[in-house]
């Protein structure tokens, strides 16, 4: 079933905005006005003691305040406001909200919880947001997309598709592919507007590459830059100090469509992240020699690298050479296999789990932590040893299989496990937007049913096989004679 064929069989929870801007009916008209410039929205709720009572519109403004010449200093809000305020159920269906809006010939509907309570505000502009909810859509308009305010809504645009999606039943791992694709568009047609409105110059010897979980195609909803500039060893003093300011503007533009800095700083902005080809290399061999953990992190990341503009030859010369490099540097990657194993899975007693005991995550568990990290790097770790580099996480699994590596029962142990801790993170994520909560890898296990938590225990207890799996490949656990 499409997307477009079942997304009025869904609730208004799921469409409304849950930011609401109220006023009191003895507010006066000019400071709502003034509040409704300032947040550049088109109306305000107008409550008595809390209670909504009615709506304070644009059109209201105009219609009887300017256009019959009264006071907006000493006018209030309650003697102009549009009511009763239309409502409906946060659990109605969507057609619903669309018939109301037909009989009433109204823009807006309060949404209000079971106990009646005001808990949301749906308007036409929702619903055609709900109608055009599809990755074609979206792909389209970042074909048309002449600045950076329309790829900042098309950002947006791309949690509430994840949203419908997710709940039409989508598997995880398309998912977190489409995402990927999509924000690698974004930052390509950012590049095409840079590029056409500030350096049209732009030297063809560079590569502008993405990183970790972007750079492997696997990126959920909460995610932050993670970029890095190559550029070919015979460019000008001119043309790096050029790519140097294209680097800034590209991260600044970034973080203005809303995603934001990387917090260690792994992003082209900064000189430690944009080198000529050969200095990458030496760089790469200085974190193999000196596998300290601040040089693991930076590995790792640096690794799973992905050409998004430019010239993909220089990844994969990099690439080669971290193949080369790390292959047979023993104590090399038993630092990285250290680093797969540096979480326990978080296993209680009697099929239960450790979740964090006090703090915002309380009843909870750390997702990443919990299992992600520990599969993403050991499959990293056992992939350098067989010369694999870059690449998902899946992809590499299956390389491993053919290579002997993993056996056929793993392999497929694995896959269940990722794909499982991905769908938590996601669902757990996709909550969160539908409340207008704060994004994270954390889950409670105790709002999961009792077949999610038995799935959960069995992942946790093959992550813990997988890192005694990878103790013993990489001999971490023999003591020195």
């Avoid at 430019?310 to 296999?337: C, V, W, Y």
Wanted: hydrophobic share 45%; with cysteine; aromatic share 6%.
């Amino acid at each position: 079933m499409m997307i477009e064929d079942h997304v009025y069989a869904r609730p208004v929870r799921d469409f409304c905005r849950k930011e609401l801007i109220l006023c009191s009916v003895d507010d006066v008209v000019q400071a709502e006005a003034a509040v409704m410039a300032e947040r550049g929205i088109s109306s305000v709720i107008v409550c008595r003691e809390r209670v909504p009572v009615g709506i304070f519109t644009d059109r209201d403004l105009r219609n009887k305040v300017v256009a019959i010449g009264c006071d907006p200093g000493t006018l209030r809000a309650g003697v102009v406001m549009s009511e009763p305020l239309i409502v409906v159920r946060e659990d109605d269906f969507l057609f619903e909200a669309v018939y109301l809006m037909a009989r009433h010939g109204i823009h807006r509907l309060g949404v209000v919880a079971a106990d009646g309570k005001l808990c949301g505000m749906l308007t036409e502009s929702d619903l055609i947001r709900a109608q055009s909810n599809s990755p074609q859509l979206l792909v389209r308009q970042l074909e048309s997309a002449r600045n950076i305010a329309d790829l900042k809504q098309i950002h947006r645009g791309i949690a509430a598709l994840t949203v419908s999606l997710h709940q039409a039943g989508v598997p995880v791992h398309e998912l977190m592919r489409l995402i990927s694709h999509l924000n690698d568009r974004i930052v390509q047609r950012l590049i095409d507007l840079l590029r056409g409105e500030r350096f049209p110059q732009l030297p063809a010897g560079f590569a502008f590459v993405v990183m970790g979980s972007e750079g492997r195609g696997e990126q959920t909803l909460k995610t932050d830059q993670d970029n890095a500039m190559i550029y070919a060893d015979d460019l000008s003093a001119g043309e790096v100090a050029m790519l140097a300011t294209f680097s800034e503007a590209l991260v600044e533009g970034l973080v203005e469509i809303g995603v934001p800095e990387c917090p260690g700083g792994i992003m082209a902005k900064n000189t430690l992240w944009r080198h000529s080809l050969t200095e990458w290399m030496n760089v790469v061999d200085g974190w193999i020699s000196e596998p300290d953990a601040e040089n693991i992190l930076h590995f790792c990341m640096f690794c799973d690298l992905r050409t998004l503009a430019g010239d993909p030859a220089l990844e994969q010369t990099i690439k080669s050479h971290i193949a080369e490099r790390a292959q047979h540097e023993t104590l090399f990657l038993m630092q990285l296999a250290v680093q797969a194993g540096k979480f326990n899975p978080p296993l209680g007693f009697f099929g239960g789990f450790k979740v964090e005991k006090s703090g915002a995550h309380r009843g909870e568990i750390d997702l990443k932590n919990a299992g992600l990290f520990a599969i993403t790097e050991g499959i990293r770790a056992l992939g350098l040893a067989a010369g694999l580099v870059g690449g998902g996480t899946l992809e590499k699994m299956s390389l491993l299989r053919d290579k002997g590596v993993l056996s056929h029962e793993r392999l497929e142990d694995l896959q269940a496990g990722f794909n499982l801790l991905c769908q938590l993170r996601l669902q757990g994520q996709v909550e969160a937007i539908s409340k207008g909560g704060e994004l994270s890898n954390h889950i409670a296990p105790a709002v999961l049913n009792r077949v999610e938590q038995g799935r959960l225990h069995v992942t946790l207890e093959v992550v813990k096989s997988f890192e005694a799996f990878i103790r013993s490949r990489f001999r971490l656990d023999v003591t020195p004679g």
